[in-house]
């Protein structure tokens, strides 16, 4: 058998009453409940350590799994290599323990690692190796069909939508690479999805996503310790924050602002999506709530004066290096005429924002780090980019454990 056949023998597989018809893609389907097989593939090495690999009879054992919009998907095995998007069900892997089977992502490098720098080396043991990664984009920075039959994944960890949202196929194309290499999984949750992606459907928070991918994968174990890991920090959260009347007003700022030329676009940390989910958790007070903006929130010095917020936040702040940060975002500020009496910039509460897109593991370090800027009493300071903190809102060494399977 050659390594073609070996890789069509893994691969998972539509059956035909789950098949993704051109309908199917852009439609809602109903039934959503779980159905991924418990996390019983899983074997204890010699040392005692529950590891993911999966024994070859279960590998063998097909199952299924039920998501909007794809409806229930058959898997013949459990997927070995597999493609997200981007980092947001990236992580989700990562966490559970299967970084070496992503074969390929957009952008290893500008998606993966300064992550790797900042985030991930704090947790014992744990790195992203981007080097082997493909890139989904080409130097012309399209997304082409190409690629993926050169991957040759057996999972697309993505939303069988977003490619003709974002790679400008069409159903066919999606189709055709479902046929021919391996079938699309997931549901695009990292904000509201707009009538582009065709009839609505069912959305999933976060942590109802990442169970999908952990029945998919055959390790419900990891989840289901990440997510008391997750329930105990918001429990923490939740019990430090004074009543809501109480909390700082923060202005959430896009990266895309310009304060050289006093331009900021506002956004609503507030608004559905795993993209703003440490600050619906943390509750913060939105300054521009009711405030008119133009289009995409775009704004200037005079109302941001008039908003005069507490805390001032730049969306995608954490991908900066500290100096390029300051440059961009802080000296602009502190320089201009207007933007020197603003509260934020008097009392020094200017602050890298997360990045939009994030999993279980990335999810933990951006709650710490808002936490950590808006409350430091309660939860510590914030070191500033690129700094670990002294105190922590989360183990570490437990984050690496479950990855590791150690429960």
Same mark, same amino acid.
């Given at each position: 058998?050659?390594?073609?056949?070996?890789?069509?023998?893994?691969?998972?597989?539509?059956?035909?009453?789950?098949?993704?018809?051109?309908?199917?893609?852009?439609?809602?389907?109903?039934?959503?409940?779980?159905?991924?097989?418990? !996390?019983? %593939?899983?074997?204890?090495?010699?040392?005692?350590?529950?590891?993911?690999?999966?024994?070859?009879?279960?590998?063998?054992?097909?199952?299924?799994?039920?998501?909007?919009?794809?409806?229930?998907?058959?898997?013949?095995?459990?997927?070995?290599?597999?493609?997200?998007?981007?980092?947001?069900?990236?992580?989700?892997?990562?966490?559970?323990?299967? #970084? $070496?089977?992503?074969?390929?992502? $957009?952008?290893? /490098?500008?998606?993966?690692?300064?992550?790797?720098?900042?985030?991930?080396?704090?947790?014992?043991?744990?790195?992203?190796?981007?080097?082997?990664?493909?890139?989904?984009?080409?130097? $012309?920075?399209?997304?082409?069909?190409?690629?993926?039959?050169?991957?040759?994944?057996?999972?697309?960890?993505?939303?069988?939508?977003?490619?003709?949202? &974002?790679?400008?196929?069409?159903?066919?194309?999606?189709?055709?690479?479902? !046929?021919?290499?391996?079938?699309?999984?997931?549901?695009?949750?990292?904000?509201?999805?707009? /009538?582009?992606?065709?009839?609505?459907?069912?959305?999933?928070?976060?942590?109802?996503?990442?169970?999908?991918? %952990?029945?998919?994968?055959?390790?419900? /174990?990891?989840?289901?310790?990440?997510?008391?890991?997750?329930?105990?920090?918001? #429990?923490?959260?939740?019990?430090?924050?004074?009543?809501?009347?109480?909390?700082?007003?923060?202005?959430?700022?896009?990266?895309?602002?310009?304060?050289?030329?006093?331009?900021?676009? %506002?956004?609503?940390?507030? #608004?559905?999506?795993?993209?703003?989910?440490?600050?619906?958790?943390?509750?913060?007070?939105?300054?521009?709530?009711?405030?008119?903006?133009?289009? &995409?929130?775009?704004?200037? &010095?005079?109302?941001?004066?008039?908003? $005069?917020?507490?805390?001032?936040?730049?969306?995608?702040?954490?991908?900066?290096?500290?100096?390029?940060?300051?440059?961009?975002?802080?000296?602009?500020?502190?320089? !201009?005429?207007?933007?020197?009496?603003?509260?934020?910039?008097?009392?020094?509460?200017?602050?890298?924002?997360?990045?939009?897109?994030?999993?279980?593991?990335?999810?933990?370090?951006?709650?710490?780090?808002?936490?950590?800027?808006?409350?430091?009493?309660?939860?510590?300071?914030?070191?500033?980019?690129? /700094?670990?903190?002294?105190?922590?809102?989360?183990?570490?060494?437990?984050?690496?454990?479950?990855?590791?399977?150690?429960?």
């Amino acid at each position: 058998m050659d390594s073609n056949d070996e890789s069509r023998r893994r691969r998972t597989v539509l059956q035909a009453g789950a098949a993704m018809t051109v309908g199917a893609l852009a439609g809602c389907l109903s039934g959503d409940a779980p159905s991924g097989a418990e !996390d019983a %593939a899983s074997r204890t090495s010699e040392d005692g350590d529950t590891e993911g690999a999966t024994d070859e009879s279960a590998s063998e054992r097909s199952y299924q799994v039920t998501m909007a919009p794809m409806g229930t998907v058959e898997f013949d095995s459990v997927p070995e290599t597999w493609v997200p998007y981007k980092s947001g069900y990236g992580d989700m892997g990562f966490a559970l323990g299967i #970084a $070496d089977g992503m074969v390929g992502i $957009d952008d290893p /490098e500008g998606s993966l690692q300064l992550l790797q720098e900042r985030l991930y080396s704090q947790i014992p043991g744990f790195s992203v190796d981007t080097e082997g990664l493909t890139d989904i984009r080409s130097a $012309d920075d399209a997304i082409d069909k190409e690629v993926f039959y050169e991957i040759d994944a057996d999972l697309h960890l993505m939303d069988p939508n977003l490619p003709r949202v &974002y790679f400008e196929w069409d159903d066919g194309d999606v189709q055709e690479i479902s !046929d021919n290499v391996a079938p699309f999984f997931g549901n695009f949750i990292r904000r509201a999805r707009d /009538e582009s992606w065709g009839e609505p459907y069912e959305s999933y928070r976060l942590y109802e996503a990442f169970e999908k991918v %952990a029945q998919v994968f055959q390790r419900e /174990e990891r989840y289901e310790a990440f997510a008391s890991l997750h329930d105990e920090v918001q #429990a923490s959260v939740a019990e430090a924050l004074p009543p809501a009347e109480e909390r700082p007003t923060i202005a959430l700022l896009n990266g895309g602002s310009d304060p050289a030329n006093g331009v900021f676009y %506002a956004m609503d940390p507030t #608004a559905e999506g795993y993209e703003m989910k440490q600050y619906r958790d943390l509750g913060i007070r939105n300054a521009f709530e009711g405030v008119e903006t133009g289009q &995409y929130g775009e704004t200037d &010095y005079e109302t941001m004066l008039e908003v $005069d917020p507490e805390i001032i936040v730049f969306h995608w702040g954490i991908t900066y290096e500290a100096e390029a940060f300051r440059s961009r975002f802080v000296d602009p500020l502190e320089n !201009d005429t207007v933007g020197k009496e603003l509260t934020a910039v008097k009392e020094g509460n200017l602050y890298p924002g997360g990045t939009a897109e994030q999993g279980p593991i990335i999810n933990l370090f951006q709650t710490e780090m808002l936490a950590q800027q808006q409350y430091p009493d309660d939860f510590g300071e914030f070191p500033g980019l690129g /700094e670990v903190p002294e105190e922590t809102l989360f183990d570490r060494q437990r984050v690496a454990d479950i990855v590791a399977g150690k429960f």
